[in-house]
C-alpha cells in the first residue's frame, strides 16, 4: 500500500449552484445523479485505501467536493492552498481539520500566511512522487507555484508551467502513475509533456488519449480509476495499463461542474 489516507467530502445538496465553464443549458446537472456518481467513487476508494476521511458536505460551498483544490501534500508536508475562484477560499478550514486528522501528516503550511497574493488550486499541480508541476492557470498564480517550491524544498524538485489551452486546470490534460515514469496525457498536450521531459532529463513516458477528459487518472494502491463513456481512450488505457486493476467510472454529472476523478480527493501517503 502507498497511500494511507484520503480525504473526500461529501457532495452537497447546492451543487447545482457550483463555479462551471461547461455549457450545460441543455443538459442541467442532475444533482441525485451526481451524488450516486460521488458516492461509488467514494466507496471505490475506501476499498482501496486504508483510512479514507469523509467531511461533511457545506452547502454554503457548492464546489467544495473539490477537495483537491484545497490542499496539497508532498510526503508529510501539506500546504492549505489559497484556491484561485473566491468563492472556494472557504472550502479550506475543514479540510485543515481533515489533515490533522492524519498521522503522517506532521507539518502542514497555510498558503495565505506565507503570502497572501499566492493563488493555487490542487487541481494545478501534478505530484509524480519524483517532481511536483504547478500549472499557471486563471486559479493559479506564480506565487502560488513558489509558495509550494519552498514547501516541499529538499524533498522534490517543484517546476512551473504555462499549459496549453485554457482549460481550468494543469490535470485536465495530464495526470501520472503513482510513483512511476508514466504519464497519462492527451494528445494535444504533447508539447507540454516535452517541456516536462526537457525539465526532468527525459524521466517520463507518456501514455496518450484522444479525450481531453480521459487524461485525468487517479492511481492509487495498484487501482487506476478512469472515465467511463470514452471508449478510445478506455481501450487504450486498458490495454497499456494491464497489470493494475482499472476501475471506468460514469462521472457524466461531474464533469458537467468542470470537475473529473482526480477533484475529488486528496491522497496522503
Ligand atoms: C471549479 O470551477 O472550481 C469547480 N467547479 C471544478 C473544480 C474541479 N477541480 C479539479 O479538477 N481539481
Redesign the pocket.
Known amino acids: 500500500m502507498t497511500y494511507s489516507a484520503a480525504i473526500v467530502r461529501v457532495l452537497p445538496d447546492s451543487f447545482g449552484n457550483?463555479?462551471?465553464?461547461v455549457d450545460n443549458a441543455n443538459s442541467p446537472i442532475n444533482i441525485s445523479l451526481a451524488k450516486e456518481q460521488h458516492e461509488l467513487y467514494t466507496e471505490t476508494l475506501k476499498k482501496h485505501i486504508p483510512n479514507v476521511i469523509v467531511v461533511e458536505a457545506d452547502e454554503n460551498h457548492p464546489?467544495c467536493s473539490?477537495v483537491?483544490?484545497n490542499a496539497t501534500v508532498f510526503g508529510h508536508t501539506a500546504v492549505i492552498d489559497q484556491?484561485g475562484?473566491p468563492s472556494?477560499r472557504g472550502e479550506v478550514h475543514a479540510i485543515e481539520k481533515a489533515l490533522k486528522q492524519v498521522p503522517s501528516v506532521k507539518t502542514i503550511i497555510r498558503m495565505e500566511e506565507m503570502d497572501k497574493d499566492a493563488f493555487l488550486?490542487?487541481?494545478d499541480v501534478l505530484n509524480t512522487g519524483a517532481h511536483v508541476f504547478v500549472g499557471l492557470s486563471d486559479?493559479t498564480n506564480e506565487k502560488g507555484g513558489k509558495v509550494l517550491e519552498k514547501a516541499f524544498e529538499g524533498q522534490a524538485k517543484t517546476f512551473i508551467l504555462q499549459p496549453p489551452g485554457d482549460m481550468?486546470?494543469l490535470?485536465?490534460c495530464v495526470t501520472a502513475l503513482e510513483d512511476t515514469k508514466t504519464l497519462i496525457a492527451v494528445e494535444s498536450a504533447r508539447s507540454l509533456v516535452d517541456e516536462m521531459n526537457r525539465l526532468t532529463d527525459n524521466y517520463y513516458t507518456a501514455i496518450y488519449v484522444p479525450d481531453l477528459v480521459a487524461a485525468?487518472v487517479l492511481s492509487a494502491n495498484g487501482l487506476v480509476l478512469i472515465q467511463q463513456g470514452f471508449p478510445q481512450s478506455e481501450q487504450i488505457l486498458r490495454d497499456q495499463l494491464k497489470e493494475y486493476q482499472i476501475v471506468a467510472l460514469n462521472m457524466s454529472e461531474i464533469i458537467k461542474?468542470?470537475?473529473?476523478l482526480?477533484?475529488g480527493s486528496i491522497l496522503i501517503k
Not at 457550483?18 to 465553464?21: D, H, L, P
Not at 461542474?257 to 473529473?260: E, I, N, V
Open positions: 457550483c463555479v462551471t465553464n464546489d473539490f483537491e483544490d484556491p475562484h472556494r488550486d490542487g487541481g486559479r481550468l486546470h490535470k485536465c485525468n461542474a468542470d470537475g473529473a482526480t477533484c
